[in-house]
């Protein structure tokens, strides 16, 4: 288990951009899967993006592709997602994965059975 803290939630005006963060704290990345998952109420958890940690490749959901952007620091073990272009539709909690020793490209990334350490979540909420 790899111990995951998400921060950067918050309320934000349609049209808006909100940056979140994930740390790894004393945990170097090495080889592994890195994800954003996001859930609203009552549905279930689906995934938004994931990064394959060795080789920074990405993985997009088609409902962000062209609006959110995740990258990594490797040095800081952080995992961000850049969230531009904010719709209410995007109002949820967002939850940081990883899978160790894996990457994307070898796992199924979208499904949240892939993952085995998650954070506890972020909000973000866009008003409508």
Known sequence: QVQLVESGGGSVQAGGSLTLSCVAPGHAFGVSCMAWFRRAP??????VAAISTEVANTYYADSVR???TIS????KNTVYLQMNSLEP?????????TRENIGCGWLQWNRTTSFTSWGQGTQVTVPS
């Open 89 to 97: 539709e995007d109002t949820e909690m967002y939850y940081c994965a």
């Open 42 to 47: 009552g549905k279930e958890r689906e995934v």
């Open 66 to 68: 062209g609006r959110f």
């Open 72 to 75: 990594q620091d490797n040095a």
